[in-house]
């Protein structure tokens, strides 16, 4: 059983939901799973199941399949209450116990906090006091935290110390939605599975690694949340540096949780912020403008946003690893909306050839070789070499050669998360 805390959110209907039905569809839930919304709105379970079905068909990334949704439909339900009223929390210990007989879901639950980080502490008090977070022999019942983790160093232990305090370190999951996609996953089968690529994946052959999460979009009906955390908060401190920590890390006795986290534990402890931030630092502000044939606000312009605000809504840092693989290699991580197009890949430019028997003019339009790892939206990989242009004269330019992720899998929907 899935238990969402701010199920009227945006993750909750963009992502979360949509997940699900995307696992139901692929045959990857039990029959009896069942699905309990926590919010303050005055909705019947019907109210809830339409805002799940709209969400579902709207952001599903499988095709809407009438069947699997009534299948999924019979196990949803909606608690209505406010997070610290002990009544409704009753309520959700009632609902839980129904759906455990009805579903046959044998007590095993998750929570999933789709909340500000400020109500952690009340929810899981909540959990326990209604013997909703109790371990028993057989079952499970785990909590489900999504970034931001914290504002800072303090504040993360903080809330590591609320959440540790009601349920065990074996039951907290905390998620970056991001490590669940194929493509990002696929970055440990190109360097691992492929003799051709990790002999050079090394500072002896690679000039810099640039790793960029672009938007086209701006916040959206974010404000409230944006405002208060901004991009480098919201994309650095997490995914980007998770892509760095897969991009530079060694390889991995096995594939093990211990064993991925100890060399990304590694790396990350390895990678050295600039000394100079004014240097190797950029921040800024979208602002008005056109974006696909619209005119489209500024930042500043947006609704609540308050007009003096100076968060960023575009960052970049420079980051150096200190160890025998990657010294003296750049690390260029950035991120932004309002961006030219909407693009999230991990690209390794290499040195260029320490000698060339050319003729300037010849490699004229020839740029530095690359290995592009495309996340998203067009997922696959990239190779990008010179070489020679059909004609008598000896030209040399940069070609690609890509893979495309959709077009290799024989499934059309590969297993991936939303996000």
């Not at 046959?104 to 906090?113: D, I, P, R």
């Not at 504002?151 to 074996?170: C, K, M, Y």
């Amino acid at each position: 059983m899935l238990v969402i805390f701010g199920v009227t959110g945006d993750l909750s209907s963009k992502k979360l939901m949509p997940a699900v039905y995307d696992l139901a569809n692929r045959g990857l839930l039990p029959p009896g799973f069942a699905l309990v919304g926590f919010a303050r709105r005055d909705w019947a379970h019907q109210d809830f199941a339409h805002v799940v079905h709209t969400a579902v068909k709207e952001h599903a990334r499988t095709p809407f399949r009438e069947e699997v949704w009534q299948q999924l439909s019979e196990g949803i339900r909606f608690v209505p209450g406010e997070i610290g009223n002990e009544e409704s929390f009753n309520h959700l210990a009632e609902t839980i116990a129904d759906l455990d007989e009805a579903r046959g879901t044998g007590g095993n639950h998750a929570f999933y906090l789709s909340i500000p980080p400020g109500l952690f502490q009340t929810v899981v008090d909540q959990l326990r006091s209604h013997g909703l977070a109790e371990q028993h022999p057989g079952r499970w019942s785990r909590v489900v935290i999504e970034k931001p983790f914290g504002h800072d160093l303090a504040s993360a232990r903080e809330l590591n110390r609320i959440v540790l305090s009601v349920f065990p370190s074996s039951s907290v999951f905390r998620i970056d939605h991001y490590l669940g996609k194929e493509t990002v996953q696929n970055v440990l089968a190109l360097r691992f599975a492929n003799e051709l690529f990790e002999p050079v994946w090394n500072n002896n052959y690679v000039d810099h690694v640039q790793i960029t999460m672009a938007e086209d979009i701006g916040i959206g009906g974010r404000a409230g949340y944006f405002d208060g955390i901004g991009i480098a908060r919201d994309v650095i401190q997490n995914h980007l540096l998770q892509l760095l920590a897969l991009t530079a890390m060694e390889e991995p006795n096995s594939f093990e949780a211990s064993q991925l986290r100890a060399e990304k534990q590694k790396v990350l402890a390895a990678a050295r912020p600039p000394k100079r931030m004014d240097l190797c630092t950029a921040r800024g502000q979208y602002a008005g403008g056109w974006a696909g044939g619209e005119k489209v606000k500024g930042y500043l312009e947006e609704d609540r946003i308050p007009p003096d605000s100076r968060t960023e809504t575009y960052a970049a840092i420079r980051l150096d690893i200190d160890n025998r693989r990657w010294a003296g290699v750049p690390f260029y991580l950035r991120t932004g909306k309002r961006l030219a197009r909407r693009v999230t890949e991990i690209a390794l430019g290499f040195k260029s050839a320490p000698h060339l028997p050319f003729a300037k003019t010849d490699t004229e339009e020839l740029g530095y070789n690359a290995v592009v790892l495309r996340i998203q939206p067009d997922e696959g990989v990239t190779l990008r070499f010179g070489a020679k242009v059909p004609g008598t004269q000896m030209e040399i330019r940069d070609v690609n050669m890509d893979f495309a992720y959709g077009g290799h899998s024989p499934n059309p929907h590969p297993r991936r998360t939303s996000g």
